[in-house]
């Protein structure tokens, strides 16, 4: 079966510039995870959707990064504006069922603001 | 919240054997296990349920010590295929969000 798809795979942008990232989950997987992993650290979970409805986004900075999932396939991750602490991979999982269900990651998009 | 991993770097010589660490201060649900080879994404290892069971996969495996709220992650015999950096995700009870430690980098040498 086809993985996780993501797009860009690299993005290099200026701060205060704006940029949005696409995943395409694995095709039935209901879970789709947004994480932000910066270099030399773990993956930290920026927004959890079960179908189209968010479950979890206690850490997403609200003020600049929105995430959307409108038909329950397909999200868009967006930052605007971008600051230089923002650099990092960023990071689509998908899951059949949230919980304790096993995350299938995608090849991530790296983004470097300068 | 975050779980803490130890060590967090391992060089072993091919067959050689490791062990790597994961506590949390937290009472868990589940524990689980990924690597991450270098400019890849991560790929999923295994599970651990609360309960103290163990799981085997290949020559790795790993157990879940509820009580302590760590869980173990044993390579046996490495190859060097293992070379990577290993996760542990934690979750907490009715929770399914997924936080993971800042990992353990190990170096499988010929």
């Known amino acids: 079966e086809a993985g996780v798809a993501q797009s860009p795979r690299y993005k290099i942008i200026e701060k205060r510039q704006s940029v949005a990232f696409w995943c395409n989950p694995i095709?039935?997987?209901?879970?789709l995870y947004w994480y932000q992993q910066i270099l030399g650290q773990g993956p930290k979970l920026l927004i959890q959707f079960q179908n189209n409805g968010v479950v979890d986004d206690s850490q997403l900075p609200k003020d600049r990064f929105s995430a959307e999932r409108l038909k329950g396939v397909d999200s868009t991750l967006k930052i605007q504006p971008a600051k230089l602490e923002d650099s990092a991979v960023y990071l689509c999982?998908?899951?059949?069922?949230?919980?304790?269900?096993?995350?299938?990651f995608g090849p991530g998009t790296r983004l470097t603001v300068t | 919240q975050q779980p803490v991993q130890s060590p967090q770097a391992v060089i072993l010589r091919e067959g050689e054997d490791a062990v790597i660490n994961c506590s949390s201060s937290k009472a868990l649900y589940s524990v689980h296990w990924y690597r991450q080879k270098h400019g890849e994404a991560p790929i999923f290892l295994m599970i651990?349920?609360?309960?103290?069971e163990q799981k085997g996969h290949d020559k790795i495996s790993a157990s879940f010590n509820e009580k302590k709220q760590q869980s173990s992650l044993y390579l046996t015999a490495s190859q060097l295929s293992y070379s990577g950096t290993y996760f542990c995700?934690?979750?907490?009870?009715?929770?399914?969000?997924?936080?993971f430690g800042s990992g353990t980098r190990l170096l499988v040498r010929p």
């Open positions: 095709s039935g997987h209901a879970t």
């Open positions: 999982a998908s899951s059949l069922l949230p919980g304790t269900n096993e995350q299938y």
């Open positions: 995700g934690t979750e907490m009870d009715s929770s399914y969000k997924l936080i």
């Open positions: 651990l349920l609360k309960g103290g």
